[in-house]
Structure formats: C-alpha cells, structure tokens
C-alpha cells in the first residue's frame, strides 16, 4: 500500500483514525498528570556509645562501628551483599523505580576507590504518594534501630554502652519529583505516534471491511 492510498484511506475513514488519537490523548494527558513521584534520601548515622560523632579523621576509630552498621544493613537486606551505595550514583526515580527502597552503607568514594569515612546507612524510598514514602520511610528507620538494639542486647551490651543510630538532621524530607519538558515531549511523540500507527491500521480495516460488504 503507498502513502497516496493510505491517506485517502485516512480522509475516508478520518472518524476511525480520530478516535483513536483521541484516546491517546487522554492516556497522554492523564500519563503526564500521574507521572511525577515522590522520594526521599534519608541518612541514619551510627555512633559509638556516648552519641559522640566522630569522623575518619579524628581520632576516633570507626571501624567497629563502620563494621557494625554494614552487619545490619545486611541483615536488614536478608543477607544479601549489596553493592556499597556510591553518592554520585544516581537515585532510584533516575533509574526509573517508580516504588522501591534501597538501603545501603554509604560509599564517599569514586569507581574505582571505596572510602567508608563515617558509619552512615542511606535509605532511599521512592513511591506513587508523599504518604506512602514518609510511612515507610518511618519504617525502616525503626526497623534497623530495633534491629541494632536487639543484635548488641543478645551480645550482652549494657544500654549505656551500645552503639546508638541517629537520624541526621535535614534528611528524609519527601519531595515530588516530575519529569522534565525533554521527558514529556519524548513521551507525547512516542504516545501519540503510536496512537497514529493504530489509528491508520484501524482505518485501513475498517475500510476493507466496508468495500467487502458493499
């Protein structure tokens, strides 16, 4: 079939093809509506006995607590060993999670060399509502404090001299997160040339089925 043929097949059967495009419209208009989310990047620091906060280069050592920390995030992962999570990685919605978690201990170093310089967990938790992230968010946090408390009360440490897990300030706010005017024009071609492909073959049927009629 040439493009004459098809587009007088299209001025016939425009009704057909129109249909169409305007249910993809509405799928566009109502996608485009629903396409933000919300996420947060929350960090729970943990610290030895006393709360003090130390860093790599004080003269605290960290290790112990830098180990501890890791062992929880592993227990919180169901023993899983995953990937020290990079802060120049991208965040989850950059990847394209629309609802997920991931818990980590941070990583301040670079691809090719890792650096643990404090024992800090990031949690990140990406979802369809600000409810729903803050909730779980929430969650998580008193999961892996709970977890701490009873890992060191099985091991006999006295209250007073455990290691303790501290929300940082400024972190964990859920912020919705849209997608920019490249994703959306990208998303309107893609939607809308296939609402024209469709569109045109339903016409093309359409019109077959009527001159087989006739």
Do not use: H
Request: charge should be negative; hydrophobic fraction near 50%; proline fraction near 5%.
């Amino acid at each position: 079939m040439t493009a004459a043929v098809a587009l007088r097949i299209l001025l016939r059967r425009w009704y057909v093809a129109g249909a169409v495009m305007l249910l993809a419209a509405a799928f566009l208009a109502v996608s485009l509506r629903s396409a933000g989310v919300y996420a947060t990047d929350a960090r729970l620091e943990f610290l030895p006995p006393g709360g003090l906060q130390v860093t790599a280069q004080q003269d605290g050592d960290l290790s112990p607590v830098t180990s501890f920390a890791a062992s929880i995030v592993t227990q919180f992962d169901d023993g899983r060993v995953l990937e020290p999570f990079a802060t120049t990685s991208a965040p989850l919605y950059g990847v394209g999670v629309r609802q997920g978690v991931q818990v980590a201990l941070e990583n301040s170093g670079n691809q090719w060399v890792d650096s643990f310089s404090t024992p800090l967990v990031e949690i990140q938790v990406v979802g369809p509502t600000a409810q729903w992230v803050g909730a779980t968010t929430q969650q998580i946090v008193a999961q892996l404090t709970a977890m701490s408390d009873e890992a060191q009360a099985a091991d006999g440490v006295p209250a007073d001299a455990r290691i303790t897990a501290e929300l940082q300030p400024l972190t964990g706010t859920v912020e919705q997160i849209m997608p920019g005017t490249r994703d959306k024009l990208t998303a309107a071609a893609a939607i809308l040339a296939a609402g024209f492909i469709v569109g045109t073959a339903l016409a093309v049927w359409t019109d077959a089925l009527f001159r087989k009629g006739s």
